[in-house]
């Protein structure tokens, strides 16, 4: 037997209004209700209160943003996800030897300068 398909909070339109609009609403009525995270606290319990109104549970944080998402962060997570990606790739530098690039640059910088002898007699 076939399983069938859940419909969510669309099963209230029936028949009505078409199959690829139901299924377009129940998309975004199902990011629209779950929990976002917050861009003052990053902790995920926000929730919303009218269109492109929300709330974060835990800081009080009451603020503007898109109608069915929250994609808006604050600086300080910004840098807080900006420093942890620049130190995975820091690790993942190598060139196709297996040597890291850091170390490749640190060879080429620390060869001697070779100058110029000059032969001044003394007379």
Not at 45 to 72: M, P, Q
Not at 98 to 108: E, L, T
Request: glycine share 4%; with cysteine; hydrophobic share 30%.
């Amino acid at each position: 037997m076939a399983k069938k398909k859940q419909h969510g909070s669309v099963k209230r339109f029936g028949a009505r209004y078409g199959r690829t609009l139901r299924e377009t609403l129940s998309k975004i009525e199902a990011v629209q209700h779950q929990t976002h995270k917050c861009p003052y606290c990053a902790y995920t319990s926000v929730t919303r209160l009218a269109a492109g109104i929300w709330e974060c549970k835990k800081c009080a944080a009451k603020f503007t943003n898109r109608a069915y998402t929250v994609i808006k962060t604050s600086k300080k997570i910004e840098e807080q996800q900006l420093m942890e990606a620049e130190t995975k790739d820091s690790h993942k530098k190598t060139s196709e030897k297996g040597v890291r690039y850091k170390d490749v640059v640190g060879v080429i910088e620390e060869q001697p300068v070779v100058q110029e002898e000059t032969n001044i007699k003394e007379e």
